[in-house]
């Protein structure tokens, strides 16, 4: 009977739908307890990780019979797909499961970020009155949101925007600026530089690999549009964090979301400490009661249809 491994937390009825004809060990805590998790895998068929365990050539060592990895999200950059690809072993993400919980993320937020008004109730309860230095907040109505990467997250993020009443712009290196997306959306495809510029509200969709590491760095921050505000559902380590920190001090932007960090869980010494103006969330983006199930059950199903057609 091969056997399965799930190593971070997978939606309830996805974990049952694995356990006919397998023999499946979910152990959401073995993220947490890596010594545990390689002294599983010798036996094991399959293993099934969210984006914190780190399918490195260790792990991948530890596990001779592995043939298939699903990724209960879209990112890849805690998996080694090209060791994985040399060992014949198939990484299966959960493409498409979860965007539309990232751009209902993405657009709240930017609402939220734009009208600045959401951060009072501590005053507000307190006795004080903030009445006049909230009422300085923007509607998103004839904005324009900046969107660096525009795949099916972006596509998504533009269409709720639009439907707040902005205008959408996006860069996209892997478009070409005639390719029929751009009018069918109603998106206008710019440079990175021009959509920093124009922006009052930026969103990141990129991957995170040699080329967009600390892709929004001082010198692109200072580029930005003055007053405008940030938000990062990607990766990390696109932003450079200290950076992006001193800009929220200065006031040059307004204010920014991170939903993602070069370091996860934040470190409590982080220089996002204590910065103004600025909403941090734990990487769930994408992780809603109604996303988890879909990317659940895609995994469950291919990862059973993987390891039945090796039978």
């Not at 707040?164 to 530089?193: E, H, K, T, Y």
């Not at 509200?201 to 600390?214: F, G, I, Q």
């Not at 892709?215 to 200290?242: S, Y």
């Not at 983006?285 to 993987?306: F, P, Y």
């Amino acid at each position: 009977m091969k056997r399965i491994c799930i190593s971070e937390f997978m939606d309830c009825a996805a974990v049952q739908a694995l356990r006919p004809g397998f023999d499946l060990q979910y152990e959401p805590a073995w993220v947490e307890r890596r010594a545990d998790l390689l002294g599983a895998l010798p036996g094991a068929h399959a293993l099934i990780v969210r984006n914190r365990t780190q399918v490195d050539a260790a792990l991948l060592s530890s596990a001779p019979s592995l043939r298939v990895v699903g990724r209960l999200g879209v990112g890849l950059d805690n998996i080694d797909v090209e060791a994985c690809r040399e060992r014949g072993i198939r990484v299966i993400p959960a493409a498409g499961a979860n965007a539309r919980s990232v751009a209902e993320y993405v657009v709240t937020t930017a609402a939220v970020l734009l009208r600045g008004a959401y951060a009072s109730s501590a005053d507000v309860a307190a006795g004080q009155w903030p009445r006049a230095r909230l009422s300085e907040g923007r509607e998103t109505l004839g904005k324009t949101l900046g969107l660096v990467g525009f795949g099916d997250i972006g596509r998504q993020a533009a269409a709720l925007a639009q439907a707040f009443g902005m205008q959408v712009v996006a860069c996209d290196p892997m478009l070409a600026p005639d390719d029929p997306v751009w009018s069918q959306m109603g998106v206008r495809s710019v440079s990175l530089d021009m959509l920093l510029a124009q922006a009052d509200a930026v969103s990141l969709h990129v991957p995170l690999v040699a080329t967009t590491r600390h892709l929004i760095d001082a010198q692109r921050i200072a580029g930005m549009k003055a007053g405008a505000v940030l938000i990062n559902t990607a990766r990390g380590g696109v932003v450079d964090e200290a950076a992006l920190a001193q800009a929220l001090r200065d006031g040059h932007l307004a204010s920014a979301a991170l939903d993602v960090f070069e370091r996860e869980p934040l470190p409590a010494d982080s220089v996002l400490a204590d910065v103004p103006n600025l909403i941090l969330t734990p990487h769930i983006g994408g992780v809603t009661r109604e996303a988890n199930a879909r990317v659940s059950m895609m995994i469950a199903r291919e990862v059973r249809q993987t390891l039945e057609a090796l039978s």
